[in-house]
């Protein structure tokens, strides 16, 4: 969110009036950082021993900023010279700490005065707290976080809170949070018997159950089908590589902390594969290419494996193994935008296809701090303004975010807004003109030269389990037809209808719809609820005129009951 925004100064304000309360609660208490965060804002405190708050105190300290707010208080700025700086918060090690970041930076501090209450902070606020509507926000829950993220540093209390302009914007979001906790894809995992997770196997490592595995091969066979239409080829990689491999790449130096490392019983260093583009170049490096023969387009589902912190795994949506339906285009720069294009075009049939609203990001380097990323600024200036000319040519709606680029390319990050208005990161295409020049990668131009390529990087799904989680939170677990892990339960109202609803179950079958044969000694009405709690496409009820008139009675999740179909056509509808 823009820091201009009114939204973002009153959560940013109410940072502000959550640590004037919270010092009230507890006068010994240490600040340290209170930023605006997507739905609202936290501040992270060092609360004296014993003084840490309960539920209640968190309401208590919510009254006590509603009165804040009431007072219309004035948010008045100032700078600070170093000294003052130092003088104001020297009994406060960790605002020192930061005061000591901004003059290494060559800057001056920077306050905001809110009544008698001073904190360290840039800005922007609101001219007062009568801006504030006191019913648009509430404390929403504590939890605990290291200073500047770091396990080595000491454990804090993190403080949320949820801000909006109005107080019906607060009361649709937290229905929409509801509504989420109703769709958790953790939840609707083990209702659907998707995936499952153990402990002995460990956090961040999902199993797959035959249902879960139904579902990722639709999805992935979906996603093939596309690739497939725009000449894609199927490659094959191992999941190990020696330390080598990411020392030219790159990723051993920059990437290293995040690297599964394995060292063989030679004292030989390899790591399984975070990513699987270094490993792509070296079957493209193989053989020398004509231009005629460019672009090369490979295409492969794999797993790579990233050493995630973790506290910060959770569900599907951050994990250790990840499914990448990973692609890398070898290219000339002549061919850049037709490529591109191609791949956005296979986006916009998948996320179409399942409702998703799409936007795009451009996600460039930070300049302020360009030793994060590989090359030189001059190749960095010539990709990004590549990615912005595609963007504009394509008219899509896009903005533009420093900082969020991959180490070695800007990247066009898909962001799709789900049924519940949340905004998620899917699919990315990444333009890399870095490494085919650490792996020296080449064509033959028309004059008989070597000509350097380019390297197109794509996930179309991004990851498998990252976009399961948002698909079934998106579609609440009701699935399309093709991608339902089960499509048909055959439900024969008696013992005296199994022959003919075997009979429907194997053509079924045959035909290559995946059903199941439901004869259990249960009322045909439970059968049904368990049907609709399985969120199965189509339920067949079949009795006395069924069997006579050979038809099944069609009930639908979503349409409900469609009446009787004959056979013939409705193995016709359904495949």
């Known amino acids: 969110m823009e820091n201009t925004t009114q939204l973002y100064k009153i959560r940013h304000s109410l940072a502000h009036l959550l640590a004037i309360a919270a010092l009230e609660h507890d006068p010994g208490a240490k600040l340290t950082i209170g930023p605006v965060i997507d739905n609202g804002f936290y501040y992270d405190i060092d609360f004296s021993e014993g003084k840490a708050p309960t539920p209640e105190d968190i309401k208590k300290i919510q009254k006590t900023m509603k009165k ?113 906790k109703k769709r958790d894809h953790r939840k ?40 497939d239409e725009h000449g894609y080829q199927r490659v094959t990689i ?50 020398q290419w004509s231009y005629r023969d460019l672009p090369q387009r490979y295409a492969e ?25 990973d692609a890398h285009v070898f290219a000339r720069a002549s061919q850049i935008k037709e490529e591109i294009f191609s791949i956005w075009d296979i986006i916009g049939t998948l996320y179409k296809t399942f409702g998703f609203e ?42 533009e975010a420093q900082g969020e680029a991959a180490m070695y390319g800007p990247k066009l990050d898909f962001m799709a807004k789900d049924s519940l208005g949340r905004e998620h990161q899917v699919a990315t295409i990444q333009l890399d003109m870095n490494l085919p020049e650490r792996f020296d990668l080449f064509c033959i131009n028309e004059t008989g030269e070597k000509e350097r390529i380019v390297m197109i990087h794509c996930a179309i799904m991004g990851s498998i389990e990252r976009f399961t989680a948002v698909l079934l939170e998106h579609l609440g677990g009701v699935l399309p037809f093709r991608f339902s892990p089960v499509q048909v339960w055959v439900l024969p109202i008696s013992d005296a209808h199994n022959e003919y609803a075997k009979t429907v ?32 496409p189509y339920l067949l009820v079949i009795g006395d005129k069924e069997v006579e008139d050979k038809t099944v009675t069609l009930e639908s999740h979503t349409e409900g009951n469609k009446g009787a179909v004959p056979l013939a056509e409705l193995i016709k509808n359904l495949t």
């Open 505 to 536: 179950f194997d053509i079924l079958k045959k035909s290559g719809v995946r059903a199941e044969f439901h004869d259990e000694s249960e009322t045909l009405g439970k059968k049904i609820r368990n049907g609709k709690l399985q969120k199965i």
């Open 68 to 180: 804040l707010a009431g007072r219309k208080l004035p948010f008045t700025k100032r700078t600070l010279t170093d000294d003052e700086a130092k003088k104001m918060f020297a009994d406060n090690p960790y605002k020192m700490e930061l005061i000591e970041g901004i003059m290494k930076e060559g800057e001056k501090a920077t306050v905001y005065d809110t009544g008698e209450f001073t904190d360290l902070c840039e800005g922007p606020h609101v001219e007062n707290t009568g801006e504030i509507d006191t019913d648009a926000f509430k404390l929403d829950k504590i939890a605990g976080a290291y200073w500047r993220g770091s396990e080595k540093n000491k454990m804090l209390t993190r403080i949320y809170g949820l801000a909006f302009e109005t107080g019906k914007d607060l009361d649709d979001y937290l229905a929409m949070i509801e509504e989420a």
């Open 358 to 399: 799409l936007r795009v990001r451009l996600s460039f380097h930070d300049p302020e701090h360009f030793e994060k990323y590989l090359g030189t600024k001059e190749i960095w200036e010539k990709a990004e303004n590549s990615i912005r000319d595609i963007a504009k040519a394509r008219e899509a709606n896009y903005f």
């Open 238 to 287: 191992p999941h190990i590589t020696k330390k080598a491999l990411y020392e030219t790449s790159g990723h051993w130096a920059k990437f290293s902390e995040e690297l599964f490392k394995i060292t063989t019983r030679e004292g030989k260093e390899y790591a399984m594969k975070p990513m699987n583009c270094p490993h792509h170049t070296q079957i493209y490096a193989r053989t």
């Open 188 to 227: 609707l995992g083990k209702d659907l018997d998707l995936f499952t997770f153990s402990d002995l196997v460990g956090p961040g490592l999902p199993l797959w159950t035959p249902k879960g595995t139904v579902l990722r091969e639709q999805l992935d066979g979906f996603v093939r089908q596309l690739r």
């Open 301 to 325: 589902t794999t797993m790579v494996y990233r050493d995630e912190q973790s506290g910060e795994l959770g569900g599907l949506t951050r994990v250790l193994s990840i499914t990448q339906d």
